[in-house]
């Protein structure tokens, strides 16, 4: 491996690992092989597309030295994007929703990143008053009122970005592909962006089209509703079947699955518990999510013998201070 000169070089090439303890325990007669993505320097699946949307823009003269980097999530793709712009030398802000973690404003700030609330920057606010909360609404409303008069910047925009499917039918997809050599027969994954889903898939049905994709959208019970206005969701995770078009991000490719898994949050939570006890690995929500999702595919009569592959986000670590790991939270 010799020696790496920037964390850039270490983003990607993230290893499979058969759940071998868990087939076990479970009798499992498919292979559950999940994809690591904690492995990346950053510690999740985003360090890729953060990368890729840096390197983007720095190809087609979106990004300069002396730039701002903008982006308006405080998840993993902020973190990916303040670590990527610090190493680089680029100034990096986000604007972060109110409720998030104090964890997640310190690490923006370590790597030398400004956070702003979204309360406190008044075009937002107002949109997100007048729209019930509608944040690709208050976004625009951002890109266009705010961010579009300002010099010097570059919006990110993950949820309009072509390079975050892009890099995961650059390096997600041939990398499952060459490690399995070719034997995958299901590929599962989230959906926030659909980044993931949509790049790799992409791929993998390219290399061969009988390869089955299985998306996966929150429960019912896991979204926000009247009756419970404020469930534990699966972070990072978004509908997107069933909600108006404008809602989707257009990094979604609604063509590209072949199958919508519902996953309540609380299952999730069982499945990366279990995951942590059968085989050592401590990841995040929706990887608890994808792997319920695999198990349960697996646990078809008419999968004996496959192989699935899913993708597992990023690390339990991050979540630490939420229900993941609280047993008694059941
Ligand atoms: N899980 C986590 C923890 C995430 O941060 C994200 C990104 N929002 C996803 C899953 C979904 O990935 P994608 O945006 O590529 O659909």
Same mark, same amino acid.
């Given at each position: 491996m010799g020696i790496n000169r920037s964390i850039a070089e270490l983003v990607g090439k993230t290893p499979l690992l058969e759940l071998t303890?868990?087939?076990? !325990?479970?009798?499992?007669?498919? !292979?559950v092989i999940v994809k690591l993505e904690y492995f990346n320097p950053n510690q999740s699946v985003k360090d890729r597309i953060a990368l890729a949307m840096i390197e983007e823009a720095e190809k087609n003269g979106d990004l300069k030295p002396g730039y701002? =980097?903008?982006e308006t999530t405080s998840g993993n793709t902020g973190i990916g994007l303040a670590a990527i712009a610090a190493a680089k030398g680029y100034k990096f #802000?986000?604007?972060?929703? %109110?409720?998030?973690?104090e964890e997640r404003f310190q690490v923006i700030h370590a790597f030398g990143g400004e956070t702003i609330k979204l309360s406190e920057e008044p075009v937002v606010a107002k949109v997100l008053?007048?729209? +019930?909360?509608?944040?690709? *609404?208050?976004? !625009?409303?951002?890109?266009?009122?705010?961010l579009d008069k300002e010099e010097n910047i570059f919006f990110v925009d993950q949820c309009s970005n072509p *390079? +975050? &499917?892009g890099v995961h039918e650059r390096t997600t997809g041939p990398e499952i592909w +060459? %490690?399995? %050599?070719?034997? =995958?027969?299901?590929? =599962?994954a989230n959906v926030g962006t659909g980044g993931t889903v949509s790049g790799t898939g992409k791929y993998l049905k390219r290399k061969n089209p009988d390869i089955k994709v299985v998306a996966i959208q929150p429960g019912p019970d896991s979204l926000p509703s009247e009756a419970n206005p404020a469930p534990e969701e699966i972070t990072g995770v978004h /509908?997107?079947?069933?909600? &108006?078009?404008? #809602?989707? /991000?257009?990094?979604?490719?609604? +063509?590209?699955?072949?199958?919508k898994f519902e996953v309540e949050t609380i299952d999730a939570y069982k499945a990366a518990r $279990? $995951?942590?006890?059968?085989d050592g690995i401590l990841v995040g929500t929706s990887s608890g999510a994808a792997i319920h999702t695999a198990v349960e595919l697996a646990k078809r009569p008419e999968n004996k013998g496959k192989t699935i592959v899913a993708v597992l986000p990023d690390t339990g670590l991050r979540y630490l201070s939420t229900n993941l790991f609280n047993e008694d939270f059941n």
């Open positions: 303890g868990l087939e076990k !325990k479970l009798g499992l007669e498919a !292979k701002t =980097v903008v #802000r986000v604007y972060i929703q %109110d409720q998030v973690s008053a007048e729209t +019930n909360g509608d944040f690709v *609404a208050a976004i !625009k409303a951002l890109k266009e009122q705010v *390079a +975050n &499917p +060459n %490690d399995t %050599d070719g034997n =995958v027969d299901i590929l =599962v /509908p997107f079947d069933g909600i &108006p078009a404008e #809602r989707i /991000p257009s990094t979604m490719n609604l +063509n590209i699955y072949d199958e $279990a $995951a942590a006890k059968s």
